[in-house]
């Protein structure tokens, strides 16, 4: 069976709203949401492609465009090969131009709308950011604090508390305190214990390699609407990953890093590879910052994360 390749949008206004369409109950996957888009035809380019279905389905031209994610699913009677773009600017009102309804929704609101099995991923990647921020360890709780209170004013929206030496209660009490100073304005990633999962309902939780190693078995340990991430560093682990259905990982490290000298770098090439037909957004990480997130968008994945080069203080 030939993978369809499909070229699709997930189209920003500018209070960050996102465009979905109504699917013709008559269509593969009918009267679900979807973001909009179309088959790639043989030879053509993808950003054509892009272009030419938003002017069809929608009467816009986008003039701001750069990859997202990519996403191959196997449905019973179909191989769709997702090709996904953020579009952040366009000319022209987008309409309904085959008839299809269409709805405006926040990034949240994305949660309450049915999409084909294929989307899940895509509905994750357009939720999450850029850049994902990671505490330094060594820090005193107040440094911390403080370092946080500085990220959010500029701007953070996706932050994991990392203190491997603070002892138990200590992290605790400062993940209560964090967690009060991201509402509303990040979300917050602990790391831990699965045990202490009950007791911050609003954080998500990031995995550390051993962790899903050794829960994988088991299954997501909480619902969809509560963010799970993982570490990863092989294609061994980005499999672990995707069969617990996770919502994002880190991959690393791409490049040496004074916080882990002893790990081998995978490279930049390697890394590119290791994410085709990934299908989780991907955080680069590892001697990256900020200023590599087109290099890393260009590789497949969601963004960059790192410790150093993002922390403020």
Not at 10 to 36: N, S, Y
Not at 62 to 80: E, F, G, M, S
Not at 216 to 236: D, K
Request: aromatic share 8%; with cysteine.
């Amino acid at each position: 069976m030939k993978r369809v390749h499909v070229a699709a949008a997930v189209i920003l206004a500018e209070d960050g709203r996102i465009l979905i369409a109504k699917r013709p109950d008559d269509k593969h996957q009918g009267g679900l949401w979807e973001f909009p888009g179309g088959k790639v035809e043989e030879g053509e380019d993808v950003r054509v492609a892009l272009a030419r279905e938003l002017e069809e389905e929608l009467g816009i031209q986008p003039t701001a465009a750069r990859p997202l994610i990519q996403v191959r699913h196997d449905y019973p009677d179909k191989q769709v090969l997702l090709d996904v773009w953020e579009v952040s600017a366009f000319s022209g009102e987008p309409h309904g131009a085959e008839g299809q309804p269409l709805a405006w929704v926040t990034q949240r609101e994305l949660l309450d709308y049915e999409f084909p099995a294929a989307n899940r991923p895509i509905v994750a990647a357009a939720r999450l950011p850029t850049e994902y921020l990671i505490t330094p360890e060594g820090l005193e709780p107040a440094e911390l604090m403080a370092g946080v209170r500085a990220a959010l004013a500029q701007g953070a929206r996706l932050i994991q508390l990392r203190a491997p030496k603070m002892f138990d209660p200590q992290y605790r009490d400062l993940a209560v305190d964090i967690q009060g100073l991201c509402a509303g304005k990040a979300q917050l990633m602990l790391k831990g214990p699965l045990e202490w999962l009950g007791d911050f309902p609003a954080a998500g939780w990031h995995l550390t390699a051993e962790q899903l190693r050794k829960y994988v078995s088991s299954g997501r340990p909480f619902p969809e609407h509560r963010w799970l991430a993982a570490s990863c560093h092989s294609a061994e682990e980005l499999a672990l990953a995707a069969q617990m259905g996770v919502d994002f990982v880190t991959l690393s490290p791409v490049q040496a890093t004074a916080t882990h000298p002893e790990a081998q770098p995978l490279g930049w090439d390697v890394a590119r590879e290791l994410l085709v037909g990934c299908n989780i957004p991907a955080y680069l990480l590892g001697g990256v910052g900020p200023g590599d997130a087109e290099r890393a968008w260009q590789a497949g994945a969601q963004g960059v994360a790192g410790i150093r080069a993002f922390w403020p203080v």
